[in-house]
Antibody, heavy 122, light 102 residues
Framework: EVQLVESGGGLVKPGGSLRLSCAASGFTVSDASMSWVRQAPGKGLEWVGRIKSKTGGGTTYYAAPVKGRFTISRDGSKNTLYLQMNSLKTEDTAVYYC?????????????WGQGTLVTVSS | SYELTQPPSVSVSPGQTASITCSGEKLGDIYVCWFQQKPGQSPVLVIYEDSKRPSGIPERFSGSSSGNTATLTISGTQVMDEADYYCQAWDTFGGGTKLTVL
């Protein structure tokens, strides 16, 4: 059974950094394409970025608002996905979800973790 | 960038059919997914590839897509179906529709 458990959220000042983790079980993160999606308080869903599977080249892609500030990586030995967030802005405040892409069914965002809240405020 | 438009809210009486639309340029030419999100919970995939249901999703959920519009249909809507619903294509999500069952 697929499980995704995010952690690392919290309160950070504008300009600060934070690293989110997504511990996976039930599949191997290196063999999967995975994404981060965020949801600002009371707002809709916004794709943040994606890392392709190892066999897919491991390429990373980012949404325009976070490109150059956020970095997605993974550690196969820990079966964990990461989101390194630098130069944080107040508008980055959101619940951040990690998702699998085409692990359970042939569709992106097919399974979601419980999310972790990031608050950027002075 | 690609844009998807959903009505902010839809209301339906229990047992009736709810239809939620999603509009986007040539949406019928690409696959659409639908997600259900209940308050305080993570989104759940309910429809993928326009009309397929993942395991565990009730048969009352169905989807279709043609032209510039995709539609999520919930037949015999139950109170437990009250939630926000999001359509998705490529890496774009619609703004979400709040389904009220009353």
């Amino acid at each position: 059974e697929v499980q995704l458990v995010e952690s690392g959220g919290g309160l950070v000042k504008p300009g600060g950094s934070l690293r989110l983790s997504c511990a996976a079980s039930g599949f191997t993160v290196s063999d999967a394409s995975m994404s981060w999606v965020r949801q600002a308080p009371g707002k809709g869903l916004e794709w943040v970025g994606r890392i392709k599977s190892k066999t897919g080249g491991g390429t990373t892609y980012y949404a325009a608002p976070v490109k150059g500030r956020f970095t997605i990586s993974r550690d196969g030995s820990k079966n964990t996905l990461y989101l390194q967030m630098n130069s944080l802005k107040t508008e980055d405040t959101a619940v951040y979800y990690c998702t699998t892409d085409q692990v359970v069914v042939p569709a992106d965002f097919d399974y979601w973790g419980q999310g972790t809240l990031v608050t950027v405020s002075s | 960038s690609y844009e998807l438009t959903q009505p902010p809210s839809v209301s339906v009486s229990p047992g009736q059919t709810a239809s939620i639309t999603c509009s986007g340029e040539k949406l019928g030419d690409i696959y659409v997914c639908w997600f259900q999100q209940k308050p305080g919970q993570s989104p759940v995939l309910v429809i993928y590839e326009d009309s397929k249901r993942p395991s565990g999703i009730p048969e009352r959920f169905s989807g279709s897509s043609s032209g510039n519009t995709a539609t999520l249909t919930i037949s015999g809507t139950q109170v437990m179906d009250e939630a926000d619903y999001y359509c998705q294509a490529w890496d774009t999500f619609g703004g979400g529709t709040k389904l009220t069952v009353l």
